[in-house]
């Protein structure tokens, strides 16, 4: 037999192994053995080596061996969500409210997310659900109205602590939807109108204590200006008769601011007449006009 021939009949023998491994392989691993692969961005490929140590490749064209390597994961490295069933939970104080909650995760590691846990998206559902459950069965309904962001924060970091070695990260946990009791609703927006009312009251209340200091000491200002004024009169009435008293010179001031408050009342709208004291220290006429004061109101 010919070099030529011999040629020929070993390329057949090679065409037929090759045909052989690809139909042992199957029709759906087939693409596991082409030599070159094309990663998309954001994305990684776990690459099973049958000989040597498994790897990751990433974005890019990456040469795999032919019938050594074959790709075992493909896993991407965007932020994705997890989203949990809604479930419902007894609180402390035995409501039963239906919670939905959601999480957003990213792979730090490929290889340990690919091989240290079977099914990373079910075990973190798992996770939360299980989280979310010890931690709402322990505080009242009001208490988790109010700390929602921050029971949310605290089953991330407790879900963290538990998937450090998977090559994974949860970025956060929120509650879409925690809903409550038709009674508890209603009971909370008579709480709501209550609790608003009383704030107004509390503002009016306010206001007319505002209103009353703020007369109390506008009239404790006129009186200090009042007796500033008296006190010049008096020292101005020594000067002019220095052997009159203090005592006296008040007594004058008094009636004659008496007599000046019925001069007023006089001119009123609603006055007729005005009656004056008989007992002033001078006669009348002396200190006014004896005019009747209200003869054009009667």
Known sequence: MSIDNIIILALIIAGLIVIYILFSYGKSNITNIIPVVTVDAKQALIIDNRIWKDRV????????????????????????????????????????????MIAMIKITNPMNAAFEVEDYKSSIESLIITSTNKRLGTRDSNDIKVQQSAIADKVRDEINSKIKNWGIEVVYVEFENISYPQSITDANEKEIVALKKKNADILEAEGQLRVHELRAESEKILIQKRAE??????????????????????????????????????????????????????????????????KDKI
């Open 229 to 294: 004024a008296t006190k010049t009169a008096i020292s101005e009435f020594k000067e002019m008769m220095g052997d009159v008293s203090s005592e006296a010179i008040m007594e004058f001031l008094t009636k004659n601011a008496y007599i000046d408050s019925m001069k007023e009342l006089s001119t009123s709208e609603n006055s007729k007449f005005v009656i004056y004291p008989s007992d002033t220290d001078k006669p009348l006429d002396k200190v006014v006009t004896a005019e009747y004061l209200a």
């Open 57 to 100: 490749i990433g974005e890019g064209i990456h040469f795999m061996w032919p019938l050594i390597e074959v790709v075992a994961a493909k896993l991407t490295l965007k932020e994705h969500p997890i989203d949990p069933p809604k479930q419902t939970i007894i609180t402390k104080d035995n409501i039963a409210i239906d919670v939905d």
